[in-house]
């Protein structure tokens, strides 16, 4: 009887922990001495970072802001490898946006960071690209955004989230501030952006049936074809 006892409740664990979210909120504290967390911008009050849901692959990825370099290639005329300290050193520019999850949440936030579109420019992306494809120390092949929707948006790498430092979970060095999509197209953890003519590419979750365009008005889902 003691054994059977002992069985079921492994089972039930087991299945508590199958049915908890794959998103989640964690305590926080500002890693750089000095940084406040901003509760407000443009008049609008910011979800705190410790209330804000957060979704990752493999579990956080650390990367070393000495060693770090963001590699820019592909259809560029000047492949690019920029520090940490390089990212910091353009405009820094902020948005209040919303990031919402395909899942049905989201949070408010002010975003700071370079535009892509200054980096794509020291690149010197060639007329023939089309897409920006996003690499990252999670996966090699996580997303992509078209060229004509980043310059449209003024699309920013997130270094800065409501005035303080990415914290690792949120995809330190940066988070892509992908306006208006869902939440699998804020690539973190980026590594490498490879400037394409693939128009087809699909990434991780693009593969998976989700909706390449992941218009946040528009389907979640690709249709059937």
């Known amino acids: 009887m003691t054994g059977r006892i002992y069985l079921l409740i492994v089972i039930l664990l ?22 406040v967390e901003a509760g407000e911008y443009q008049g609008v009050k910011l979800t ?6 957060n979704n990752a692959l493999k579990g956080t990825q650390h990367i070393d802001q000495e060693t770090y370099r963001l590699t820019v290639n592909g259809l560029v005329n000047k492949p690019l490898s920029l520090s940490y300290a390089d990212l910091r050193a353009y405009p820094q520019i902020s948005k209040l946006m919303d990031l919402n999850c395909v899942e049905g949440w989201k949070f408010t936030a002010k975003w700071t960071g370079p535009e892509l579109n200054a980096i794509f420019k020291d690149a010197g992306v060639k ?3 089309t897409v920006a494809i996003f690499h990252t120390a999670e996966d090699l092949d996580y997303t992509s955004l078209d060229l004509i929707y980043i310059r449209d948006r003024n699309i920013i790498a997130g270094m800065k989230l409501n005035d303080v430092t990415l914290p690792p979970d949120r995809g330190f060095p940066f988070q892509v501030v992908a ?9 973190k953890w980026v590594t490498r952006i490879e400037l394409s003519s693939f128009t087809n590419f699909k990434g991780y979750w ?7 365009n992941a218009d946040i008005n528009g389907p979640a889902f690709e249709s059937p074809q």
């Open 14 to 35: 087991s299945a508590a922990v199958l049915l908890l979210p794959a998103c989640q909120s964690t305590p926080f504290s500002p890693t750089v001495p000095g940084e």
């Open 48 to 53: 705190p970072i410790a209330n804000q849901l």
């Open 127 to 129: 007329p023939e690209a």
């Open 179 to 187: 306006e208006s999509k869902y939440g699998y197209k804020w690539a």
């Open 206 to 212: 693009e593969e998976a049936g989700y909706n390449n």
